[in-house]
């Protein structure tokens, strides 16, 4: 009886998803070119506005880039974070501008829900805690996902 014959096919991935695993962030990641990602569209990711950028009186930035296919909405969802902060929203073709934020929550539950014009592409989240912000709020919890 002749052996089998083998045969091998590509794998093609439509999700580039993977390359962080989490679940929590890693500093440092307080600029886009840092950022940890690509994430994983639906994973829970925690990370802690620790001032990691140089002490009590410094700003904490955690940055994070995922891909996502620009159809349909993109929620972005924070919970227990700092009542003072900001959680925004950016595109790769301009790191400087942000598409879309929400800030200053008191209870700590930050949403954005994009539906923008800006297509394919790698999107950044910034989570910005600004001068002098307490930092007892322990771990925050961000979620990324599209509908």
Known sequence: MPPA????LPLIADNLCGSFAGPFEIEPNNV?????????????????????????S??????????????GTLTVDVTNYLAD??????H?????TFLD?????????YTINYSGGM???TYYVQLFAPNG???GNGDYNLIVTDN
Do not use: K, M
């Not at 994973?43 to 009590?56: F, H, R, T």
């Not at 410094?58 to 159809?71: I, K, L, P």
């Not at 902060?85 to 950016?90: C, D, I, P, T």
């Not at 934020?101 to 539950?109: I, P, V």
């Open 58 to 71: 410094a700003e904490d930035r955690d940055w994070f880039n995922f891909h996502w296919d620009g159809t």
């Open 101 to 109: 934020r929400d800030f200053l929550q008191g209870d700590g539950h």
């Open 5 to 8: 014959e083998q045969v091998f």
């Open 85 to 90: 902060a900001q959680v925004l929203l950016y």
């Open 133 to 135: 912000h307490p930092t």
């Open 32 to 56: 886009y070119t840092e950022a940890n990602g690509p994430l994983c569209l639906g994973n829970n990711i925690q990370g802690n506005p620790d001032n990691n950028a140089g002490g009590p």
């Open 92 to 96: 790769e073709s301009d790191t400087s």
């Open 119 to 121: 297509g394919a592409g």
